[in-house]
């Protein structure tokens, strides 16, 4: 449905993979050939931790419903920011209204989250998907998007506590509802946290036919491959992208995440699991 | 919280009540004495329903988050558009989004509604008022505003049967909730709905101390009143207006509906009745 | 740059060209394999007369900077306006901002305004061409579009009187302003104009090679060729469309208007004239 | 027409003034009691220069239509960026359309320029004015302002060489286009003006009667004044700002900036200047 990308690292411009690459997010938005859908233009939204992010610190967001690829205002901010880990994300709706609320990144407290993809039968399993958020949560459902109430609901079953357990649990329940409703494949998509210090990115989805994910390669590696490389300068060594696709077509850049996996950028390091693998 | 007006009769141009009066619905989004906030520049909607209009014909909105003061298509769209029975309101917005699906009129197949007030300690009561909408409406709630739980609540209780008795049951069942919570006075404010044929238009608070609501005396006594006034000109016989505050000073044109009250615009008719009035 | 189309005939939905025929202007703004850019969300605009329009009446405007595929006020409002002569523009902005008075159709009066193309050159000749429209007109320009300059140096050239004569004298002039700074195709475009009554659509660009432009035929001819077919009805016999690419791959319904050709809808029949040819 | 301030001191975030005070710039944006309009809710903008600025640096801005009060960008980027130079704006429109490109502060390479108050007449002169913009100037201006036609006109005349020279060689210039026009007050208002390193102020208009203008007294001199007074806190000794009304009401903070008069605040220090002041 949409288009993401989480970096972390050394603290950049936000404007350099947002709107400065070669295939960048906002190129994306009017381009991505890998998407279920080519366009992106219903929205998008940019979340950035401070500076001297560590676990807990709250980030910033900035959404608009404008089309990213002339937005005069997101040129300028992601160009006068700098952030060591930052979301942005572009979205093609599905459905529910074009409105600064239903933009990703949503943000609780010092977590950020984004989705792209879609939770099936959505009129059918909303009302009780919202029955399943803790009435603590519910009053802080600030939009209509099925991405929203995801978070939510991991929220409620303790992403704050330990995320991977977390989102694994709120996905299961998510089929749970989803089969009860007599939807086959309730689940698809490709979800990224934060916390200020970690980045957790996951792709999954019922079917096991998950929109795609990529992750970046080492920076060291990168920079030996390719010793005269422009478009790598000015990344650090911790340098660290998990992206829906490609932000350049340089081979051996971006390499993909498998499915039912959780990718993980932590202390500049990149690490996956398997996340709901089903053994056979 | 807001400001709302609807007409009745025959038909005329949108603009005539909302644009073209002395103290016009935009006049009073920047400036509306007896509200209780005098700017109302946090998004406006009109809802109209067309030239052959009876109970049942599908109305067309007009929705924006710009204030109503500036905006061009309200005016272009306003002076193209002639109707027997419209809606219009101003939003001064308490908490919830300025989003266009946080706009009223709300609508649900022939059916309009808008509201002039609040839910008391909505944080609190959300998500129960959320679960007594009926589970085929509650995929139908687009935005985030109380205003529109309290049309759903009132559709999952009848109002398409029978508006006054589901009216009153929704008010009820909001009080409800609320005492259950703690609130002390649940409810807040004017509510208009019509179904396209019939306006009516509900005056009502927990507190018994209600936001304005008038409407305007029969035109075949205001032109005998004032044979050479030319605001009177260009308005039928039927017409009437219900509205938050008077859309002119001229005295004698408009008239307050009392606390507790439904007042009721039918064949060209006005009359009121009691509504949740309390017997001492 | 951006695709519109030109309606004249028996009053219709605007919304049956707009939005519900199979490869509307709505559908081509996502999607328009014919032209320069193939995403045309920079937003959009309809012009229209009322039902009762003859040469001198004044169309009303709805302008927006949304993308038209999602925006509900377009739809509801095309839904709910019947016109017998409208214009409806999606734009894909080369440059100047993204702002509702950069949108087309212009208004002067009862005349309106669109293209699709542009003036090259246009940092360089943008203060001549301004120096060339009256002093009368030149406050009343209120975007920065190259277009609008076009729109109110043909006006300074006797639009009101003979427009074909006119259109001519505005495109000599950029020409020849173009040629003094040295630009060497300084036109491109299709134009479309109407004073209520007659729609004059221009085909011309300096180089030869214009963007495209295309007219329906005849409906009694299609009524005859497609006995059956279902997207044909609900049209009067006088109905034709001026259109940037066919609104339907049904063979035969859109024909090529020429290069350097006007092509001219008037009392339900479409004629078409050399315009700027040269002579080899 | 509109409310103002300019902030030079030491790094602050942005949303203390802006946001946070008692009477802060948004506050005054629903309720301006010196304005000429008490409401300015036709857009706003900030431009800000980075952390490290100097003479030179290139300043940021974010420019939105929407009503500066319940915009969540506003005050997401504001709490986010702290700097050392800023300015910020929020517009009541005359009559010029309310799009970003008319909202201020302008920007030329390092330079911000705003402005409250019209150049009268512009109907008349607008023409003559932007002849009299250097044609190397004249593509760059974006928007329909008469504030902005007096950016470029002061640049013309050598803003950036000298710039209390060049605003009274502008503003002659204004009122001498004005004056062959018949107009008799051709200018108005207060003018901020920075190139990243001092900010020039200049109150002035023909009439003599100019909307008002105010500067903050020296932090040291008010922290001797209220030294246990909460909202002081936080700001460093060179923390200066210039606004067109009180940002408190706490007395003695804020002091009149005198009819035709040039206030400049560099390198820590406020001082004044007489500005075409006639001697009589």
Redesign the interface.
Known sequence: MCRWLAYAGEPIQLSKLILDTQNSLVAQS??SPLGAET?N??GFGVG?Y?LDATAGSIP????????A??D??LS??T???ESPLFFAHVRA?AGP?????NCHPFRHDNWLFMHNGSLAG???V??DL??AVA?EF??L????TDSEVLFYLALTLGLREDPVTAMAAAIRKVEEIGHAHGVEFPMQGTVAVSDGATVWAFRYSSQGRTRTLFHSVAMASLQQMYPDEERLRGFGLSARVIVSEPLTDLPGVFVEVPESTVAILEGGEYRHEPFLATVE
Chains 1, 2, 3, 4 share one sequence.
Do not use: K
């Not at 910033?60 to 089309?67: D, K, T």
């Open positions: 009017l381009n366009v233009g219903d950035w401070p910033a967001m900035f959404h608009s419903i404008e089309p690829w002339h005069e205002n300028e901010i160009h006068a920011i709706a209204p074009i409105q600064q609320t959505m009129a059918l909303r009302r919202a029955l009435p519910f009053p459902i600030r939009g209509t």
